[in-house]
């Protein structure tokens, strides 16, 4: 099971008050970072700052900037999204930086407000090409034979690969391909390397 999306954001405690910053679309904060470089007072965690749920709290005197990223909950950001009375709430997050937890923390997409948000988190991933497959078969050039790919949906690739004593097999004239089957013709006998894409 994929990790859960994470989002990041920069806020600003003043060290006047006590402060909570809450997080009501996060499903689990995992960091907390106080820079106070310039500022007097120290700030230490579970002392001047810290966790509780998704709430992040800082105590008065600890001044700085206070980055935190937490785990983006996807039911709690639909529920918003589709209530009303919660429309405010989302309106008044601020920028966030969205980047999937594992790899490397670069921004995915800066988003705001929180429809962007849900854009971002339920957006399916890209279609991917399956590889195609690939088969060796073998003509004896006794006989009329045909190579048949029930679950093919194109066939990508044919290659003559081995032709035996001195035949000539011509594509079009002693083999060929018809939909999903490669037909070869008496006479040609060889390996033949057959790819498709399965349906």
Known sequence: MPKPEHACVEEWASGDSNIQFEYPIASEVISVAVDNVGNQAVCLRDTSYGVRNTTVWVNAGCKGKVF????????????MVHDPAQTGILSNLPAMEIAPTEGNVSVVEQVTPAVDLMDVLTTPPPPTTP????????????????????????????????????????????????????????????EFEICFSLS
């Open 131 to 190: 590889e195609p497959k690939c088969i060796d078969e073998w003509s004896s050039g006794y006989s009329r034979i045909t190579f048949t790919l029930p679950h093919a949906t194109s066939l990508t690739f044919l290659e003559v690969t081995n032709i035996e004593y001195d035949n000539t097999c011509t594509e079009g004239r002693d083999y060929g391909i018809i939909g999903s089957i490669v037909w070869v013709d008496l006479g040609c006998k060889a």
């Open 68 to 79: 935190i990223c937490f785990h983006l909950s996807v039911a709690r950001v639909a529920r």
